[in-house]
């Protein structure tokens, strides 16, 4: 179905060949995973899949590549659009049309489809990706997960096949990138849909793929099953590292085949674990909070919200998309509109603040981080927030490289991957040092090695700085290394606020996979069980 042949390819001013004299072949009905640190090329393979690389963005290519029997090199994207559906990593800037139908009907209608048939599909895919009840709401008002199911939506309404998609689930709560998997991989198998599919949440997804390709960002990949390829990966989720820490003779793609497999770890002594309750100064103070937006129909997005953050917590905000997290995170910035209840960072009202006296209380980074962003190139970008945030010069490009693997530090901000814009986005609120950091789903984009330098990082920020940090996240990985205390949100309302173990260990849904893999530990990282493990030597 899509066959690669001596493939490479080099952007312009680039110092790096993305791939170079790559061939491979993905067959008819295969559900196949591309894996790679971030930066390492893997939106660029999915994008010469369907041609918009080179013709759109530019770039020396050589070598041949064919997709359905067709060319990329003599047809276009638009002449593929029949073959292949492709759901970019951040399909808002993708959405053409206002409202959920219209926007799933508008793929449609370029190719020129009979009113009669449209309709049909158009219902088919509502039920598929249980978007109906969403089908005449403006996308502007759905939460990020929301729209991504709409945009998924959109590429598989025309059936097309082949399907690419760059990190699907990354705005996706559990529960919701589950279902999407669960379809994706039942379009596999019932009706012999091609998927080529990108993610760095990798815990989610290999257990459904066929075979997985690794990018190594010098210009080569690898290529195998799921099991082989995970045997040697410097990239593997958490079941895949408790496996290689246990020794296990086969890696485990599943909680249940790891269960099968798992030899006895018997506990001795395993108390309950007590989590350190912070008594620093109280930096976020929200009471009785609510918040509605005028075109809500009267339903509040937040009701009666009452929370503090002391200096020194790191606090986890988790629930469903729609759930309310970010509108409470641009609450706590000033951003949103406030019903009633009152919000008060470091004693002030946030939304009374402007410019560089609100950075000097909080600072922000939204889902989307390109709002921040306004340099020619990565290094222009962090000496002008050097400037800005009055620090010394190369604090923020430090940060930068050490979240980054690759860097690409020439390169326009806006060319480089989701990912690589978040992690400057990062460094350039972590230089500016406000005594409350807030962040909306910081790992979005990131690989396992940048987020474990995050960890680190945000660690260093609360327990050695005394500063504050809450983040609004659907990684309950991330959640579980970093975190002190979950708060929980459903339809706008606080429905627990507690330690970290107590709170993810209670939601089957939101546990780690270490926790559903060895449930009479209490442990909820490898960090855990490797600490044991070497204790018991």
Partial sequence: MIHFSKVSLIYPNSQRTIIEDVSFEVNEGEFVLLIGHTGAGKS???????GLVPHHTGGILSGSISVAGRSTATLKPGELADVVGIVGQNPANTFVSDIVEDE?????ETLGIAPEV???RV??????????????KNISELSGGEQQRVAIAAALVTNPKVLLLDEPTSALDPIAAEEVLSILHRLVHDLGLTVVLSEHRLERVIQF?????LIHGDGSLALGTAEEVMRSSPIAPPLVELARALKMPTIPLSIREFRKLAPKIEV???PEIIDSISTGEVLLSINELSAAYQDSQGAYALSKINLEIRAGEIVALMGRNG???TTLLKCAVGLAPITSGSVRVSGNNPAALEGPELIRNVGYVPQEPTDLLYGQSILEECALADKDNKVAEGSTLAIYKSLMQIPDLNSHPRDVSEGQRLGLALSIILSAQPPLIVLDEPTRGLDYQAKKTLIQV???VAKKEGRAVLISTHDVELVAEVADRVIFLADGELIADGSTSQVLNASPAFAPQVAKALPHTNWTTVNEAERYLNAEK
């Fill in 118 to 120: 449209m309709r049909k």
């Fill in 123 to 136: 219902e088919e895919v509502l039920d598929l990706l249980a978007l109906t009840a969403l089908r005449r």
């Fill in 268 to 270: 001795a002594d395993n």
């Fill in 44 to 50: 660029s393979v999915l994008r010469l899949i369907n």
């Fill in 458 to 460: 945000l660690k260093g």
């Fill in 104 to 108: 799933i009907a508008f793929s449609l």
């Fill in 323 to 325: 759930a309310g997290k």
């Fill in 209 to 213: 793929v066929d075979r997985i390709i």
